[in-house]
């Protein structure tokens, strides 16, 4: 069974940091483009961050220098960390795995249910 299960979520102050997880199974993670995307409220949801299965990695300008995407494919798990927190990352992050390595939620097939992030200022 193909599935992807998102944790590591939670309420936090700004300026604090998260590590989310995405453990992967049913399908060959090492090879699979991954994505983390987050839906805030009241907004679409939108890709993050992206790695390709040799490494290369690839963030939204919003992120950049604050998430970190990162992968173990020994553990089929794959990780954002979230530091520097701030209120407007607050918001629903999927992880997904993909065909291609972009950040566009339409060339991800397969979800995960999300976990929620909340960031009080």
């Known amino acids: 069974q193909v599935q992807l299960v998102e944790s590591g979520g939670g309420s936090v102050q700004a300026g604090g940091s998260l590590k989310l997880s995405c453990a992967a199974s049913?399908?060959?993670?090492?090879?699979?483009?991954m994505g983390w995307f987050r839906r805030t409220p009241g907004q679409e949801r939108d890709g993050v961050a992206s790695?390709?299965?040799?490494?290369?990695?690839s963030y939204a300008d919003s992120v950049k220098g604050r998430f970190t995407i990162s992968k173990d494919d020994d553990k089929n798990t794959l990780y954002l960390t979230i530091d520097g927190l701030k209120p407007e990352d607050t918001g629903r992050y999927y992880c997904?795995?993909?065909?291609?390595?972009?950040?566009?939620?339409?060339?991800?097939?397969?979800w995960g249910q999300g976990t929620q992030v909340t960031v009080s200022s």
């Open positions: 997904a795995a993909g065909s291609r390595c972009n950040l566009d939620p339409r060339t991800y097939s397969v």
């Open positions: 049913g399908f060959s993670f090492s090879s699979r483009c």
């Open positions: 790695i390709r299965n040799d490494g290369m990695v």
